[in-house]
């Protein structure tokens, strides 16, 4: 399952995202169960995160028809598919896997703080989704171009999914976070950067325990902030404004300062996708001003810059 970063980056073509090696200009087209199988698909991917990551029953004939049509089926879902004896016995007949990749059966430690040898950057958010997978992914090819040693750490489902290893860290129990995360980037060359795919917000109520365990453990030297362009609340909860960039800043910095007192920000990571280019283009710049750090959407702009401070 393992790939390279270059494999998985995106090609833009009008305006739209296509997967390298997709030959249509207006998207790539979808396919039944049955034609990906006949082109040669060897793996069913349960492709989305609901809140709670349940999986819905409705889904299960599509799951039973991609087993019968000789795939393997992964999910990154909370609820496992082993769970589902129907699932079980119809893969066994079919002799395919079932690949609950949210469930990985590690034996981890609590967290130490010790320093490690090697350098690491972690990308962390005003909110969930704000691009944060995306900032990593792109930061770590942008280094490889520049033949700097550089790893992407997953520690998300999707992540995993693209990197072919990792830690779902929202499946690690509490005590454990920290842990996983120094197992996750351990001591390297000195040179070496991790690249850790950050999870949640600090100021997220649902989910800043992850965020605060993944800050201990990854010891990062440099932050990343990922933020996205006119959101009005953090995700799934209307009630709860979005901090400011200073406000997550600072929190980030002090909460790091635990594990590493020489922790700096590296730059600006922004989802942009809600406005046009040019606009885009002239937050980013007076952004970059007030805070003095570079600001790009790693999507619409070159990346290299915030790897100008590292």
């Known amino acids: 399952m393992a790939r390279s970063v270059a494999d998985w980056?995106?090609?833009?073509?009008?305006?739209?995202?296509?997967?390298?090696?997709?030959?249509?200009?207006?998207?790539?087209?979808?396919?039944s169960i049955a034609q990906a199988a006949e082109r040669g698909a060897k793996s069913f991917i349960l492709g989305f995160a609901n809140s709670g990551g349940h999986l819905d029953?409705?889904?299960?004939?599509?799951?039973?028809?991609?087993?019968?049509?000789?795939?393997?089926?992964?999910?990154?879902l909370h609820?496992?598919?082993?769970?589902?004896?129907?699932?079980?016995?119809?893969?066994?007949?079919?002799?395919?896997?079932?690949?609950?990749?949210r469930h990985p059966a590690l034996r981890l430690s609590t967290g130490t703080g010790k320093?490690?040898?090697?350098?690491?950057?972690?990308?962390?958010?005003?909110?969930?989704s704000v691009g944060k997978m995306y900032t990593s992914l792109s930061l770590t090819q942008a280094m490889a171009e520049q033949g700097r040693q550089a790893t992407f750490r997953a520690t998300g489902q999707s992540g995993i999914l693209v990197a072919g290893e990792g830690i779902p860290i929202d499946c690690v129990v509490a005590d454990f976070i920290s842990g996983a995360a120094e197992s996750l980037s351990p001591d390297n060359d000195p040179a070496h950067w991790d690249i850790?795919?950050?999870q949640g917000s600090l100021f997220h109520p649902a989910f800043a325990g992850v965020s605060l365990g993944l800050l201990h453990g990854s010891q990062p030297d440099a932050l990343a902030i990922c933020h996205a362009l006119n959101r009005s609340h953090m995700r799934g909860l209307p009630h709860v404004p979005q901090p400011s960039l200073s406000a997550t800043i600072n929190a980030n910095l002090e909460a790091a300062r635990l594990t590493n007192p020489d922790v700096y920000v590296a730059g600006i990571a922004v989802n942009t996708s809600a406005v046009k280019e040019d606009e885009a283009t002239a937050w980013c710049r007076k952004t970059s001003d007030s805070f003095g750090l570079p600001c790009v959407d790693p999507v619409r702009h070159d990346v290299s810059v915030l790897l100008e401070r590292l």
């Open 115 to 128: 320093k490690r040898t090697g350098k690491r950057l972690l990308t962390v958010g005003t909110d969930c």
């Open 57 to 76: 029953e409705r889904y299960l004939p599509h799951i039973i028809e991609a087993i019968e049509s000789g795939m393997d089926v992964v999910s990154g």
């Open 79 to 101: 609820d496992k598919l082993t769970n589902y004896p129907e699932l079980v016995k119809k893969a066994e007949i079919a002799g395919v896997r079932l690949i609950d990749i």
């Open 196 to 198: 850790i795919e950050g």
């Open 9 to 31: 980056r995106a090609q833009k073509c009008l305006g739209e995202y296509r997967l390298p090696g997709c030959e249509v200009t207006t998207g790539c087209p979808s396919l």
